[in-house]
């Protein structure tokens, strides 16, 4: 059972528009997420982070919103580059456990 | 869908001992896997592209002769970490490519916890 999911496997956004990217979870245990970036032939790089205490932290371009109540949490990108094009990851973990759980991945196509 | 397999899932070993970590894809072909490790509530460190039938790649600032790579199947690749000591201590989490380098579908191992006493 997937404990974290991203439900769309891609989305295309105009350049200059916001692209939002969707992550559910379904382990209430867990109280800290991530989101992650990869771009083709590399290891995925961190983006951003939110603890379960707060439910939006932003760190220039992106923000992430976590809904606890809906076991849901999304990362916004305005405005969107070129640059942004690839794969993001949701991840999230459990209290006092440094092991963290991802999803399958969204990818983002910024379209010109 | 693919799914990748690290063995084992945790691992305590006394200070000075080597210890392997196994990370497998189960029913897909990678010829590239990543290694990282992760400390507590903080990211992921890539340390290593892994490929198959060639050299690993690491990571500035991570020492190839302690952490050792062997990639010699399109379905295993091997961590061993040589000597270790109670700072080796942390969280190591493979990943798969599954249609070679260049696709950006990746698969995480579910990460093996090693502690050095």
């Known amino acids: 059972d997937q404990q974290v999911k991203q439900n769309s496997p891609s989305l295309s956004v105009q350049e200059g528009r916001i692209s939002i990217l969707n992550c559910d979870y379904t382990?209430?245990?867990?109280?800290?997420f991530l989101w992650y970036k990869k771009y083709p032939a590399e290891g995925p790089t961190f983006l951003i982070s939110?603890?379960?205490?707060?439910d939006k932290n932003e760190d220039g371009r992106f923000t992430v919103f976590l809904n606890k109540s809906a076991k849901h949490l999304s990362l916004h990108i305005v405005p969107s580059q070129p640059g942004d094009s690839a794969v993001y990851f949701c991840a999230a973990s459990a209290n006092g456990d440094d092991k963290i759980i991802f999803g399958k991945g969204t990818r983002l196509h910024i379209l010109p | 869908g693919a799914v990748v397999s690290q063995h084992p899932s945790w691992v305590i070993c006394k200070s000075g001992t080597s210890v392997k970590i196994e990370c497998r894809s189960l029913?897909?072909?990678?010829?590239?896997m990543f290694w990282y490790r992760q400390f507590p509530k903080q990211s992921l460190m890539l340390m290593a592209t892994s490929n198959e039938g060639s050299k690993a790649t690491y990571e500035q600032g991570v020492e190839k002769d302690k952490f050792l790579i062997n990639h010699a199947s399109l379905t295993l690749s091997t961590l061993t970490v040589t000597s270790a000591h109670p700072e080796d201590s942390s969280f190591y989490i493979c990943s798969a490519s599954r249609n070679g380098p260049s696709t950006d579908t990746q698969y995480f191992g579910p990460g093996t916890r090693l502690t050095v006493l």
């Open positions: 939110i603890s379960s205490i707060k």
């Open positions: 029913d897909f072909q990678a010829t590239t």
């Open positions: 382990n209430s245990m867990f109280d800290y």
